[in-house]
């Protein structure tokens, strides 16, 4: 019998190509001879209209092929670049064009996009573009976007973009009438993605055919490709979109599209030959995206047990200068920020605001780690106002068991119910305390002491909507060699889509793990997809490849039944061959592949099986109604709602007295995403998040000047955690609770690890130092300065 995969720890088959340095990526792309090179003129200023644009001269430098500014620009490609999510809430919604038009608002907007031979001669080129600007005020951060004295955009007034606010009962009420209130302000900066592969895309034009062909470092082909065709006046059927391998997203790049694959293709089209750009690393700091930058007010009434009775949350989200992608981030804070916890009355209100910085969309966490800093700020609160344990007043507020699917009366960002669909906090929580040894801390802390050290510790808990919709398809695909081939319209990004996704087919089809191949991101393979992003990969594509192989499986069976002449209920397939049980008649996959397709002519070998002389009953059609040529099945899975994962994190820090330097000696994370595909994929991504967890919470942050001028865009000032920074054996423990929303009961595990890492370390950082740590990342400069503050 086929071992079965689901739920074992499968090497990963991505890294037989990644290790050894054979991944493709969009730079390795070589789209034929003759292709041109792209650079982009930027902004140098954060605020200002553009008064002109002397493009003279530029053509005349040898190699320099094209020039664009906004007023060569046409039709579709001459309006503003699209919103993506539209929500009612975003009143005054602005999006950047392709090439700015009478004004930037950023650092870094593209200005001029200038196609020559070579990269050298592009950037040269636009060395000699002379712009004049009439530079503006600039607003920056979400202090001067309040107070409004300056706008970003004229016609948005108090640079409010939206405001939005949701309740379930009084919140206020219950807060004025509880027996303990508390008011806490708490900030977490920006920070950004930072894949190691920057955005980049290349395109070709067949001016015989009428085709474009596009190869973009992207987390959605099919967004692109749909975006492209309408704004260059294409039919979609005649735009191809392929994503190599791709060096992280991290959901910077799920926006789509970005200028220049619309302006890349464009010119290839124009120039007749292929184009290529790749960004720098300053180009990805100042024109892609950014993240986490909040400020948020919390009013909280509870009992003497610190059970909540009331929660008011208001707070200000920086969405830099345009809104592309509409209100996500921010909704995602207002609805995931309650965590595991029935938060009593409820109510909760964002106004998402414009400043002169770059624009803002879905970072790994998306909204949550603002989100879970606020509710696990507020649960310590609670705790050291009325001295109890900090577990055992979460522990008070879980939603238990019994209580699921658990509807909190909100909107979730799918714009579907916010209805937890399965869950076991308390086991979670016991989990965590274990690991940690949450108990003996007290003893670890007096040994501590004697030697002079100052340690503290933190937990923070986190609930995560999960696998959000519409749908997600897969074809699978069985060869006359027996060998399966799996296509999937999503994108990959290290993911493991390779290995979780042939797991699941070997044990649905009874194939040999071996002998699947799994191909995603490509629109001629599979045009219907919406993305990888928001850990639904998975789930919902995981579920599709499910069904996608149970209707390959169905179809072996029928025709092995015929051939056999059994009855289907007869038949089982064991590493890729149909058996009669209990007997030694079979017949392999790869055979009925072959017998799926009656032939005319014979080929080869394997067809002469196939051809009209030598397979079927004379007197039925070849191809029978219902049915059609090949062994293979198309599914789709789509979802009424969001799959929800949960999860705890603690952690030990050490923090010297001299220096104020916070050192992490433990990090314990007890994570459930339900049934696991793969144990050590999930530990994988789960290690990412935390390493990214700790630079959003002790490094990172995007320096801005009074003049919108990022003054870290470079990996020598914007600091990263390397592996020295990052707790080394990141302990891990798993509890599934499996989803009753998709066939494989799974949820996402894509963002876990960064969620409550800001959360976690303030806590114990808290813990060790005696005063609590309201923003975030802390670095030693902050905590020697919170330590003189409270000495005073």
């Not at 037989?16 to 730079?27: A, K, N, S, V």
Request: negative net charge; hydrophobic residues 40%.
């Amino acid at each position: 019998m086929t071992t079965k995969l689901m739920g074992q720890r499968v090497q990963r088959v991505e890294d037989q190509r990644f290790l050894r340095g054979g991944g493709r990526y969009l730079d390795d792309v070589d789209p034929g001879p003759g292709v041109l090179h792209a650079a982009v003129l930027r902004s140098p200023h954060a605020h200002a209209r553009i008064r002109d644009i002397d493009v003279s001269g530029v053509l005349d430098v040898p190699g320099v092929h094209a020039v664009y500014t906004h007023d060569d620009l046409t039709g579709p490609m001459a309006e503003p670049l699209p919103v993506l999510i539209p929500h009612p809430a975003l009143t005054h919604s602005r999006t950047q064009f392709a090439l700015a038009g009478d004004e930037v608002n950023h650092v870094g907007e593209a200005v001029a996009f200038v196609v020559a031979e070579d990269r050298y001669l592009a950037e040269d080129a636009v060395d000699r573009i002379v712009v004049d600007y009439e530079v503006l005020p600039a607003v920056v951060g979400i202090a001067a976007a309040r107070a409004a004295e300056r706008l970003v955009h004229d016609d948005v007034p108090g640079n409010v973009g939206a405001r939005l606010e949701q309740a379930v009962g009084d919140a206020p009420a219950a807060i004025a009438a509880a027996p303990h209130r508390l008011e806490l302000d708490l900030e977490i900066e920006r920070s950004a993605c930072m894949p190691l592969e920057g955005r980049g895309t290349v395109a070709r034009w067949d001016p015989a055919l009428g085709r474009l062909v596009l190869w973009t470092s992207t987390q959605s082909s099919t967004g692109v490709r749909a975006a492209v065709a309408a704004r260059l006046g294409l039919d979609i059927g005649r735009v191809d979109v392929i994503t190599p391998d791709v060096g992280g997203g991290f959901g910077v790049k799920i926006v789509h599209p970005w200028p220049e694959e619309l302006l890349v293709p464009m010119a290839a089209r124009a120039l007749g030959r292929p184009v290529k750009f790749v960004e720098d690393r300053r180009e990805h700091f100042v024109s892609s995206a950014h993240e986490r930058g909040q400020v948020q007010h919390v009013e909280v009434g509870f009992d003497d047990d610190g059970r909540l009775l009331g929660l008011d949350v208001e707070f200000w989200h920086d969405h830099g200068a345009y809104t592309p992608y509409g209100l996500i981030v921010p909704i995602i804070t207002s609805t995931q920020l309650l965590g595991p916890y029935k938060p009593g009355a409820y109510r909760v209100a964002f106004s998402s605001l414009y400043t002169n910085t770059v624009i803002v969309t879905p970072y790994r966490g998306a909204g949550r780690p603002q989100g879970c800093f606020a509710m696990e700020r507020t649960m310590d609160a609670i705790a050291g106002y009325l001295g109890r344990d900090r577990a055992e007043v979460r522990a008070v507020n879980f939603i238990q068991p019994h209580e699921f699917p658990y509807d909190h009366g909100l909107i979730f960002q799918d714009g579907r119910p916010l209805e937890y669909d399965s869950g076991d906090y308390p086991a979670l929580l016991e989990k965590l305390r274990t690991l940690i040894d949450w108990d003996g801390f007290a003893a670890f802390r007096r040994a501590c002491a004697e030697q002079g050290l100052t340690v503290g510790i933190g937990l923070a808990c986190y609930v995560e909507g999960t696998g959000v919709g519409p749908y997600e398809g897969a074809h699978v695909h069985v060869a006359t060699t027996g060998r399966v081939t799996v296509a999937t319209g999503l994108t990959t990004q290290g993911q493991s889509h390779e290995t979780a996704f042939a797991q699941i087919v070997a044990d649905e089809l009874g194939v040999r793990f071996s002998d699947v191949e799994v191909v995603t991101g490509d629109t001629r393979r599979m045009p219907y997809a919406v993305g990888t992003f928001a850990s639904r990969a998975a789930v919902m594509s995981g579920s599709a490849v499910l069904k996608a192989a149970r209707r390959t499986k169905e179809k072996a069976l029928r025709l092995a039944a015929d051939a056999l002449e059994v009855d289907v209920a007869d038949l089982e397939i064991v590493d890729g061959v149909v058996g009669v049980r209990g007997t030694e008649r079979s017949i392999p996959l790869g055979t009925l592949s072959v017998l799926s397709n009656p032939l005319r002519y014979a080929f080869d070998e394997a067809s002469k099986a196939a051809t009209q002389f030598s397979v079927g009953d004379t007197d039925a059609l070849p191809v029978p109604d219902g049915e059609q040529p090949g062994l293979e099945g198309t599914d789709f899975h789509s979802t009424p709602r969001a799959t929800y994962a949960s999860g705890m994190h603690a952690a030990i820090v050490e923090t010297d007295p001299d220096t104020a330097e916070i050192r992490i000696l433990r990090y314990a994370v007890v994570h459930d995403c339900g049934h696991l595909i793969n144990p050590m994929v999930v530990e994988g991504q789960i290690h990412g998040g935390v390493a990214q967890g700790v630079g959003g919470a002790l490094y990172e942050r995007m320096a801005y000047d009074e003049s919108g001028q990022l003054l870290n865009a470079s990996f020598m000032d914007f600091l990263m955690p390397y592996v020295s920074e990052v707790p080394d054996g990141i302990e891990i423990d798993h509890l599934e609770t499996p989803s009753p929303l998709n066939p494989l009961g799974i949820k996402g595990a894509g963002e876990a690890g960064v969620i409550p890492v800001s959360a976690v370390i303030a806590a114990a950082v808290s813990d060790a130092e005696g005063f609590p740590v309201t923003a975030m990342p802390i670095s030693p400069s902050d905590l020697f300065s919170l330590r003189e503050e409270h000495r005073s």
